[in-house]
């Protein structure tokens, strides 16, 4: 092989099971995606993949040749940039996740210091609470909020965020300002509450109990699965809600929201960095990594 842009190519359409998809989270078009792959099976002599109208799936060499690949592209980058500085110019197409909230208060207005100092640096933002399949939607690595359960895939744990109880004073005024969980109770306090999925199991007020944390059912007229919806409804007095300190600073700094039993805060959010595996830890994203570590440091609990 003259070069590793084969491989590059064919694992890519083995991780997202599509030529289309390959070619658009890489760049090219879906012609050339065909053509590289048609000539890799024809130098090696075995078909890699299994096509039909549907779907592409990997035959039982290409699954073998798919593990080989993969462990030499990541050798591969770690090569290419084994000498790189801090200072080594970012380039080409770099594809992260992130939450709603996080990279609009945090990550978007840092971005133009980052893009300055690396204007080949092609960034592909998502911003969204729901969890992505890293690999089926081609993203290079994602930023995760809560523990990350999957073991398939590589977390690097970057910190924790603070999370704090908070209320409207128009909320405050109709119901009094609780300073145990049994005010919450014998005060008729409500809460908003946050789901993902409607018609899951509710989680409750969380606060902390001995080691751990416990949750405590408190009723509530609304549910929804938009976080910047959850904040808002706050703000407009529905219920009590528990959010990253991060998000609600300014709003807490005006008195729009205030904090209320500060010695019962939820446990704080783990933050990760999570990646496929162990090859997209390439020299973009580990920069990558180092910037957001920065930029997101002064929000951090130990």
Not at 7 to 36: D, H, P, Y
Not at 86 to 92: A, F, K, N, V
């Amino acid at each position: 092989m003259k070069n590793l842009d084969a491989l590059i190519i064919f694992s890519r359409v083995a991780e997202m099971a599509s030529f289309t998809r390959a070619a658009e989270s890489l760049g090219t078009q879906k012609g050339r995606v065909s053509t590289v792959i048609r000539e890799l099976e024809q130098e090696i002599g075995v078909a890699l993949l299994h096509r039909t109208t549907r779907s592409v799936q990997l035959t039982e060499d290409g699954r073998l040749f798919y593990s080989r690949a993969r462990d030499l592209l990541a050798e591969a980058q770690e090569l290419k940039y084994l000498f790189a500085g801090q200072d080594t110019l970012l380039r080409g197409k770099l594809r992260v996740d992130m939450p709603t909230e996080l990279a609009r208060s945090m990550v978007v207005p840092a971005l133009p210091q980052l893009l300055a100092k690396h204007p080949e640096l092609e960034l592909e933002l998502s911003s969204t609470d729901r969890r992505v399949d890293l690999v089926q939607e081609g993203f290079d690595c994602v930023i995760r909020l809560g523990p990350v359960f999957d073991e398939t895939l590589i977390a690097r744990k970057l910190g924790q965020l603070r999370m704090v109880n908070v209320a409207s004073p128009a909320y405050l005024g109709r119901y009094g300002i609780p300073h145990s969980l049994g005010d919450l109770m014998s005060q008729g306090h409500q809460m908003v509450h946050y789901t993902r999925l409607f018609g899951s199991r509710l989680s409750g007020w969380e606060y902390p109990e001995g080691e751990g944390y416990s949750s405590l059912s408190l009723p509530g007229m609304m549910q929804v699965n938009s976080v910047q919806t959850y904040h808002e409804a706050g703000l407009a007095g529905i219920g009590l809600i528990q959010a990253g300190h991060w998000a609600l600073k300014h709003h807490i700094e005006r008195g729009s929201l205030i904090e209320i039993l500060p010695h019962l805060r939820p446990s704080p959010l783990s933050v990760s960095l999570v990646v496929a595996h162990r090859r997209n830890f390439s020299h973009r994203v580990r920069a990558f990594t180092g910037w957001i570590e920065t930029i997101i440091a002064p929000w951090l609990d130990n």
